[in-house]
């Protein structure tokens, strides 16, 4: 940092970024890159004429595509240990979970699919809400400070 610039809020100096926060980036950037290659794989077969209807293989590749942004820019958030980043990598495994519990319900090779995007999701919402993670973000506890210490009785 220059002289004369002042460090943003968003941006802690809780020092070295904790193993459990790289994790959790490194899952939400997984998913990203995921749901860029799904994206990519359906624009690709409706263009080719594997797919029924190309208007839908592009619709889905492009909303697939779009969607990846959430993940990856929490991603980068998170390993720039920015406490926005947090809010969007939650959301997105939330959002990840129904897909898993769908895959799962599937007759096919989807199945270990769901099995791993379900594991993947529980993992980074683990490590999301952890508390090292949340110091290392700047995130404090419900009313923004830490709790007092009761008296000893």
Same mark, same amino acid.
């Given at each position: 940092?220059?002289?004369?610039?002042? #460090?943003? #809020?968003? @941006?802690?100096?809780?020092? #070295? &970024?904790?193993?459990?926060?790289?994790?959790?980036? %490194?899952?939400?950037?997984?998913?990203?890159?995921? *749901? @860029?290659?799904?994206?990519?794989? *359906?624009?690709?077969?409706?263009?080719?004429?594997?797919?029924?209807?190309?208007?839908?293989?592009?619709?889905?590749? @492009?909303? *697939?595509?779009?969607?990846?942004?959430?993940?990856?820019?929490?991603? &980068?958030?998170?390993?720039?240990? &920015?406490?926005?980043?947090?809010?969007?990598?939650?959301?997105?495994?939330?959002?990840?979970?129904?897909?898993?519990?769908?895959?799962?319900?599937?007759?096919?090779?989807?199945? #270990?699919?769901?099995?791993?995007?379900?594991? %993947?999701?529980?993992?980074?919402?683990?490590?999301?809400?952890?508390?090292?993670?949340?110091?290392?973000?700047?995130?404090?506890?419900?009313?923004?400070?830490?709790?007092?210490?009761?008296?000893?009785?």
């Amino acid at each position: 940092m220059s002289s004369g610039q002042t #460090p943003t #809020p968003d @941006v802690t100096e809780a020092g #070295p &970024r904790p193993g459990r926060l790289t994790a959790a980036a %490194v899952l939400a950037a997984l998913e990203g890159v995921a *749901l @860029v290659f799904a994206g990519a794989y *359906l624009l690709v077969r409706g263009f080719a004429g594997g797919a029924d209807s190309v208007d839908q293989a592009a619709t889905g590749g @492009v909303t *697939l595509i779009v969607l990846a942004l959430l993940p990856l820019l929490a991603a &980068r958030g998170l390993l720039q240990q &920015r406490s926005w980043s947090r809010g969007p990598a939650i959301i997105t495994q939330i959002m990840a979970l129904p897909v898993a519990w769908t895959l799962l319900q599937a007759d096919s090779l989807a199945i #270990p699919a769901g099995i791993v995007l379900g594991a %993947v999701a529980v993992t980074a919402l683990v490590l999301l809400v952890n508390p090292a993670t949340t110091r290392a973000l700047g995130i404090r506890g419900p009313g923004g400070g830490e709790q007092p210490k009761q008296p000893e009785k």
